[in-house]
């Protein structure tokens, strides 16, 4: 079975500051992984995926993501945060096979002016 | 391209009534999911309708059911609501191809 782990429930950045957000998944397959992005009273915003190919992600809004899978981890990054990031954050696993995605538990993002 | 519809977006309801939640999928999408959202608990997956089929459950109680219809709109239904099923119900349409879902806004369902 899947799952996913992310690390930190809430994690906190100056503006201007690197974003690093921590996903670890389990999976006996090879993945598909997912970063959504969420506002408040919002439904889910695909902000990047990774399939198959190139492991560094390029996403919405200036992240990207690279998959590792010596370290079973798709970290969620952003070099520069802007006031707009603060959001709550899930990294979610599929395993292609028709099942549903799993999500972690979430990281909520603040960013402090 | 239209996005995930769901209707409506905020209901409150009174404990043992019953409640119907709607979603319009993606046009050409066939994959209904159902999400709950607590604080506590998370993301909690329900359901999914693949061609009006129920193609995975998760662990919720019977009293949550859903459907599919042959346009690929969907419904969940949950009936004697108790205090505990207040949450933002999520529905996602899944792009089979590429594995993403893309998420309605949500329908905040306030049981009091």
């Known amino acids: 079975a899947q799952s996913v782990t992310q690390l930190g429930s809430h994690v906190s950045v100056s503006e201007g500051a690197l974003v690093l957000l921590r996903c670890n998944y389990s999976s006996s397959v090879p993945p598909y992984l997912f970063w959504y992005v969420q506002y408040p009273n919002q439904g889910l915003q695909l902000l990047l995926k990774?399939?198959?190919?190139?492991?560094l992600v390029k996403g919405i809004n200036g992240f990207e993501a690279e998959f590792k899978k010596s370290e079973t981890s798709f970290h969620l990054t952003k070099p520069s945060a802007h006031m707009s990031d603060a959001a709550e954050y899930f990294c979610?696993?599929?395993?292609?096979?028709?099942?549903?995605?799993?999500f972690g538990k979430g990281t909520r993002l603040s960013v402090i002016a | 391209k239209a996005g995930v519809t769901q209707t409506p977006r905020y209901l409150i309801k009174t404990r043992g009534q019953q409640v119907t939640l709607s979603c319009s999928p993606i046009s050409g999408h066939r994959s209904v999911s159902w999400y709950q959202q607590t604080p506590g608990q998370g993301l909690q997956f329900l359901f999914e309708?693949?061609?009006?089929?129920?193609?995975n459950k998760g662990n919720f109680p019977g009293r949550f059911s859903g459907r599919q219809f042959s346009n690929s709109r969907s419904e969940m239904n949950v009936s004697t609501l108790e205090l505990g099923d207040s949450a933002l119900y999520l529905c996602?349409?899944?792009?089979?191809?590429?594995?993403?879902?893309?998420f309605g806004q949500g329908t905040r369902l306030t049981v009091v």
């Open positions: 996602a349409s899944l792009n089979t191809g590429g594995g993403e879902a893309f």
């Open positions: 979610a696993v599929s395993d292609r096979r028709n099942t549903p995605l799993v």
């Open positions: 309708y693949f061609s009006e089929t129920q193609r």
């Open positions: 990774y399939t198959t190919g190139a492991t």
